[in-house]
Structures are given as C-alpha cells and as structure tokens.
C-alpha cells in the first residue's frame, strides 16, 4: 500500500465543486471513483482545497492510498484514460506515508480573473468573469495591500463555516493587469467558503466608488453592517498552487 499524491487540473463548469455529494458530479466522486474501480477496493480520496461548485484548478492536489502494483507513469496513464476531458491528472507520485493532500498544505494561491474589455471573447467566457463597471485601479490596489496579514475573514465568507475558526492568514495579495484583463492573486494559509470570490467582490465595489478603503478596514475589524461586497461568479476563479 503505498500513499500517492497528484496533481490535477480541470475545467470546473460542468460540476458542482470538489467535494463529493449525492446529487451531482464532483471532482473529488469522479477521482474516486475511477481509483476504486482500478484498486479493486474503496479509495478515499482527499483534496487539498474544497473548491466551490464552477471553480477551476489547474493546480489542485490530492492524495490517496493505492494498494495496486503500478508505475507513477502507468498510474497517471490509467487515470487520464479514464477521466473525463475536462479533468486532467498533469502529476504522479508516491509520496510518505504522513502526507495529507489538505493537512499538510502550507498555503494555497487562488487567482481572480476580470475581463474590463467592452466585448469578451467566446473562448474566455468559461474562465474570466466580465466586469462592465470603470474601476479606479490605484484605489482597488490600495484596497488590497489592506487584507494582508492575520484578520477574521467571517465578514468575507458564506456561512455555514467549514471550520470553527474563521481566522486566515493572506501572505500576499497581488494584481496584475495586462491590456483588458485583471488578475487578482491571494496567497493565505487558508480560505473560507467563498472568501476569495468576496474579496475580489470587494476589490471591484472599492473600485467603482461604491466602497471606502474605511468601509474595508471596518469590516476586516468585524463590523459587518456597513456595505459590503458581493461574491463574484466561480467562474473567475481559479486554485493555482498548493505549497507543500
């Protein structure tokens, strides 16, 4: 038995989130149960990042225990002769026993991505979210230098919470604009439920003039009853990296 660790990338439209559920196809229901039916037994698989029903990855990371003698190479073989299209296994290995695909991740870095063009492409509309408003973008920079550190992200998150605590650390908050794109990068030792997609609603109200950097600071303090931002489509959102 030997514990395996893999890399994955999809394309999130067509399903609803990683995490497996009765009703709907799921990444984490797809993966497991394609390694079932090759082990000859039940395979658990464990994500490193519940991703949200439409979000993507081309960064995401698993981990699972694999009784069937098999190369790395003739695993991730197997895997993406089986998989669905959308769903692509780009790494394989094996890894020590103690590795956990979610407890062991350090951080994990998701990307935001707005369109501020007048007319989208086809080709880009699966993965970029179209913001039609004029945004300010020295006032949304400034606004995201203010979410770095250690704060309680409850005022940035959809409850229920997945865990007790809804504290996070955000070690970096980066945007990069190129021609009518804008990328928005966060780096955190974790994220809430939707926090990403709220976060980058709130970048966007911050932009347009709809919210102060004062109306930031008050919420990230947890005074949810000023404005506060909505929580953009998954569709922009896309899990990077894991660091390990």
């Given amino acids: 038995m030997r514990n395996v660790r893999i890399t994955i990338e999809y394309d999130g439209t067509a399903y609803h989130g990683w995490q497996k559920q009765p009703c709907g196809p799921t990444i984490q229901g797809v993966l497991?149960?394609?390694?079932?039916?090759?082990?000859?037994?039940p395979v658990i698989v464990h994500g490193a990042g519940r991703?949200?029903?439409g979000?993507?990855?081309?960064?995401?990371?698993?981990s699972f225990f694999f009784r069937r003698e098999m190369t790395e190479w003739e695993l991730l073989k197997a895997l993406n002769g089986n998989l669905p299209p959308?769903?692509?296994?780009?790494?394989?290995?094996?890894t020590h026993p103690q590795f956990h695909a979610r407890w062991s991740?350090?951080?994990?870095?998701?990307r935001y991505a707005f369109f501020l063009?007048?007319?989208?492409?086809?080709?880009?509309?699966?993965?970029?979210?179209?913001?039609?408003?004029?945004?300010?973008?020295?006032?949304?920079?400034?606004?995201?230098?203010?979410?770095?550190?250690?704060?309680?992200?409850?005022?940035?998150?959809t409850q229920p919470?997945?865990?007790?605590?809804?504290?996070?650390?955000?070690?970096?908050?980066?945007?990069?604009?190129?021609?009518?794109?804008?990328h928005l990068y966060i780096t955190a030792d974790g994220f809430l439920r939707s926090m990403a997609r709220r976060i980058a609603g709130t970048l966007q109200e911050v932009g347009r003039g709809k919210m102060s950097l004062d109306d930031v600071r008050r919420?990230?303090?947890?005074?949810?009853?000023?404005?506060?931002?909505?929580?953009?489509?998954?569709?922009?959102l896309t899990l990077i990296r894991v660091d390990y």
């Fill in 117 to 157: 063009g007048k007319v989208m492409s086809p080709f880009f509309y699966r993965y970029v979210y179209h913001c039609r408003y004029r945004l300010d973008l020295e006032r949304v920079r400034e606004a995201a230098e203010l979410f770095k550190g250690e704060h309680d992200f409850a005022g940035f998150a």
């Fill in 86 to 94: 959308d769903i692509r296994v780009v790494d394989v290995a094996f």
């Fill in 161 to 182: 919470y997945r865990s007790s605590s809804t504290i996070r650390r955000i070690i970096d908050v980066n945007l990069v604009h190129q021609e009518e794109f804008l």
């Fill in 219 to 236: 919420r990230l303090a947890g005074d949810h009853l000023g404005p506060e931002g909505p929580s953009l489509p998954a569709k922009g």
């Fill in 51 to 53: 991703t949200d029903a």
């Fill in 55 to 62: 979000v993507h990855a081309i960064g995401q990371v698993a």
């Fill in 32 to 41: 497991t149960e394609i390694l079932t039916r090759l082990d000859g037994r």
């Fill in 105 to 110: 991740a350090r951080t994990k870095t998701y």
